[in-house]
């Protein structure tokens, strides 16, 4: 799977493990349409390993810790249900050690599906996969939300309650340390404590993290942003044209960037790429408008086609890249914007400007994730990568997938 995208479960009874090279914390938390717990019986982890539908199976550091869950057995008024990890090893981040979630049947351990987090840095919690209730059927979310401030950023943000010692007078003479924060979980042996280090206030989600829809009209992207290209919860659009434009930061001096799209199946394995010198991809579903070498002139200096409806089963990411194919760096370059167009209509969309530009050759703009349900999502990106060609876009992009 590929953050974003969900797949139907097709058991009801299923277990997600959490895989990777150290040790994990795995908990699950039972949501309502709030998207809150109940109460912090809800909260389930190594030192309360059952609730109501959801147990915490420990793999005693020889196999991973999951969550296993029998949809069946939830309670009325459970919608969703959170998988999260940590490393166990206080204050360690994700950075190089990036978790893999496997959801299995429970009952005969077959694979469901596998998740990766990509691109993890500081984070030293995440919200991993969701299962959740959609139109009476259940189904599983790749999620790869962080957290910079471990599993009590997590847990509050869901509305389990984690206490603080109020703080003291100072001491006349040095005062013994204070004891970190512990969620309300029942009582448990003395030897274990709950995996929640100190946290004074939730984690704040990535620059314009969150999605939205066009029920509202155009829209203008955050880096990190998604939009669903749905309108009243139907599908909008068939085709969608994608505009690249850009302007040389000092006078008289040309730039020729280059705009690509490059297509991926459902392991993040790259089926086609379509740039200047290959205009047209996938039986025409994909279409370059042609090579624009100096930037000049106003409005879209290159323009790619997608026909939705016509792409393939096997497509189900689209990542949009820019490249300075003469070597320039991007602090040479104003004004970078991808803009979302109605293929039909040319009416503007979504648009993200691009800010900040780093010393790089190679940006990843924009990506498209499709559903299960056949909707596709667009979300703003804006990394920079050292690359001339779309060639060496081919693995960053996967990894933004």
């Given at each position: 799977m590929t953050s974003g995208s969900n797949l139907p479960l097709p058991?009801?009874?299923?277990?997600?493990?959490?895989?990777?090279?150290?040790?994990?914390?795995?908990?699950?938390?039972?949501?309502?349409?709030?998207?809150?717990?109940?109460?912090?019986?809800?909260?389930?982890?190594?030192?309360?390993?059952?609730?109501?539908?959801?147990?915490?199976?420990?793999?005693?550091?020889?196999?991973?810790?999951?969550?296993?869950?029998?949809?069946?057995?939830?309670?009325?008024?459970?919608?969703?249900?959170v998988v999260t990890a940590s490393p166990d090893a206080?204050?360690?981040?994700?950075?190089?050690?990036?978790?893999?979630?496997?959801?299995?049947?429970?009952?005969?351990?077959?694979?469901?599906?596998?998740?990766?987090?990509?691109?993890?840095?500081?984070?030293?919690?995440?919200?991993?996969?969701?299962?959740?209730?959609r139109g009476g059927a259940w189904k599983v979310r790749a999620v790869g939300q962080g957290y910079a401030n471990g599993l009590a950023g997590i847990a509050t943000d869901f509305g389990v309650t984690v206490e603080e010692p109020a703080p003291a007078a100072a001491p006349a003479a040095p005062a013994a340390p204070v004891a970190p924060p512990v969620t309300q979980a029942p009582p448990a042996p003395a030897a274990q404590t709950p995996p929640t280090p100190p946290a004074p206030a939730p984690a704040a989600p990535p620059a314009g993290a969150g999605k939205i829809n066009l029920d509202k009209g155009r829209v203008s992207l955050q880096k990190n942003q998604t939009v669903s290209l749905v309108k009243g919860g139907r599908p909008l659009l068939s085709g969608v044209k994608m505009g690249l434009g850009w302007e040389p930061a000092f006078r008289g001096k040309d730039i020729d960037l280059d705009a690509s799209v490059i297509a991926y199946g459902p392991q993040r394995n790259h089926i086609e790429s379509c740039y200047f010198g290959r205009l047209q991809i996938l039986n025409g579903a994909v279409q370059h408008s042609g090579d624009n070498l100096t930037g000049e002139g106003a409005g879209d200096d290159e323009v790619i086609t997608v026909h939705l409806g016509a792409l393939p089963d096997t497509v189900t990411g689209l990542v949009f890249v820019v490249n300075s194919f003469t070597g320039q760096k991007f602090t040479e370059v104003a004004k970078a914007y991808c803009r979302l167009m109605d293929g039909t209509t040319g009416e503007e969309l979504v648009r993200f400007d691009l800010t900040g530009a780093e010393p790089q050759t190679g940006v990843i703009m924009a990506k498209f994730i499709r559903q299960f349900s056949g909707e596709w999502?667009?979300?703003?990106?804006?990394?920079?990568?050292?690359?001339?060609?779309?060639?060496?876009?081919?693995?960053?992009?996967a990894a933004a997938l």
């Open positions: 058991t009801a009874r299923v277990a997600v493990d959490v895989a990777a090279p150290v040790r994990l914390d795995v908990s699950g938390l039972l949501l309502t349409a709030d998207g809150k717990v109940r109460s912090d019986d809800d909260f389930i982890f190594y030192n309360q390993p059952a609730g109501p539908g959801v147990t915490h199976r420990s793999g005693g550091g020889a196999a991973p810790d999951a969550i296993v869950v029998d949809t069946s057995a939830l309670p009325p008024g459970i919608e969703k249900i206080a204050g360690q981040t994700f950075q190089g050690i990036e978790p893999t979630a496997t959801v299995r049947n429970a009952d005969d351990g077959s694979a469901i599906a596998t998740f990766t987090p990509p691109q993890l840095g500081t984070e030293t919690a995440l919200v991993v996969v969701e299962l959740y209730l999502e667009m979300t703003a990106i804006g990394d920079f990568v050292k690359s001339r060609t779309v060639r060496g876009m081919v693995k960053p992009g």
